[in-house]
């Protein structure tokens, strides 16, 4: 039963990395490489190749073609130093989005909208960014590039490093594009990171209640019986009062927390309750944890 559950996963994980780099590829050759923005990643550092080398080659080196042939050495130095099991899905991520990049044909669909092309470039993008990470995969590029230099730099974060190397891809931008362009990239990056971090946080999103209150007993009962949320009873005491009392904690969704409070405040209107984001909670009734990459 367990391995039927874990095939599932891993074939639901394939299908949201097909997915996800297919939005890509359609933010890339639809929106982003004939609006001329580059967006950091290898997909951008393809889109500078292409137009760079139009002068020398009829509409330029393809943007499939650049990011398989930046992607290789990548691959090799990761083999090398974490073996195969490293690759794992990124490789197939990294494969998928070539393909597409191959197949969708390159169309203008906002030529003369720079700020639509940011905004719905980027937002596409980061859509099909979030889906592959969802999938457990990337598509190789700067964030695998970020973490190879991490093992050699342990001082700095694979984040931190990403931006410097994003940045310097957005910089050859300025030289093939104009800074007129570049600063609408940079739209286009912060709309792409907010999609995919609402995306990925979003199909996630939970809470955490703290609640003090004098019944803990009757609150727990209706909160499992109603929210059906198991309910932890933490013993606590009041340094003010010096009274010892129990406190609750409770991880919910986000659209159980109203009937959360209703209960909480029916049964004991003097409770207090504390209510935080949970970014990512990992168990029954969350997200299963099902031991793969």
């Not at 639901?12 to 967006?39: K, Q």
């Not at 980027?122 to 859509?127: E, H, K, P, S, Y």
Request: net charge neutral; charged share 15%.
């Amino acid at each position: 039963m367990k391995e039927s559950v874990f095939t599932k996963s891993r074939y639901s994980d394939y299908l949201l990395i097909v997915a996800g780099t297919a939005l890509m590829a359609l933010a890339i050759n639809l929106i982003l490489d004939p609006a001329g923005l580059v967006t950091g990643g290898f997909s951008g550092l393809a889109i500078v190749i292409k137009s760079l080398t139009e002068t020398f080659i009829n509409n330029g080196i393809p943007i499939w073609l650049s990011t398989t042939v930046l992607n290789v050495p990548l691959f090799l130095i990761g083999f090398k130093l974490q073996g195969a099991k490293y690759l794992g899905k990124t490789l197939f991520g990294a494969a998928a989005l070539s393909v597409w990049l191959y197949l969708i044909p390159e169309i203008s669909a906002a030529p003369d909208d720079l700020l639509l092309s940011s905004i719905f470039g980027g937002g596409l993008q980061g859509l099909g960014i979030g889906l592959v990470f969802i999938g457990h995969a990337t598509t190789g590029g700067t964030d695998m590039a970020a973490a190879l230099l991490q093992r050699k730099h342990r001082h700095y974060t694979v984040a931190q490093i990403m931006q410097v190397i994003d940045g310097m891809i957005v910089l050859t931008g300025v030289y093939a594009f104009g800074i007129s362009k570049a600063l609408y990239s940079v739209i286009s990056i912060v709309v792409m990171t907010k999609f995919t971090d609402t995306l990925i946080e979003g199909l996630h999103f939970a809470v955490s209640a703290y609640i003090i209150t004098e019944k803990p007993d009757e609150i727990a009962s209706e909160l499992m019986l109603k929210v059906d949320r198991g309910v932890t009873g933490i013993d606590a005491k009041g340094m003010y009062t010096g009274n010892k009392r129990t406190m609750l904690y409770c991880v919910a969704g986000k659209k159980q927390i109203v009937v959360l409070k209703d209960i909480v405040m029916k049964l004991d209107p003097d409770a207090f309750v504390i209510v935080t984001d949970a970014k990512e909670v990992l168990g029954e009734g969350f997200i299963e944890n099902t031991g793969h990459l």
